[in-house]
């Protein structure tokens, strides 16, 4: 019967504990890598700036957690590939490069 139980016990826990870290991990961190005057012209709306020179030295303002949804862009893709890469030498192991800011907007556009 003891055996049984914690059997249940050991199962719940696993579970639960697996649960809870996909809800921890469910975060999607938006950085739009461009200088401060072009995300002043638009940007995805949950987006924070970090200019993708500084990318390696500020990214701790947004999350230390090495496998964190991070989605970074810029107006054509190219610098954002450069925070990509140095994002990927840092240990970040789901950094997406979603391209350009006219590719992002229109993503949203389309999901509404």
Partial sequence: MMRKFFLVVTTWLTVSTLFLGSMVMADTYWIDVREADEFATGHHPEAVNIPYESIGE???EVTGEKHAD???YCRSG???GVAKATLESLGFTQVINEGGVEDVLSKIAAEK
Avoid: E, M, P, Q
Wanted: proline letters at 0%.
């Fill in 58 to 60: 500020r990214i701790g």
């Fill in 70 to 72: 991070i989605r970074v």
């Fill in 78 to 80: 190219k610098r954002s």
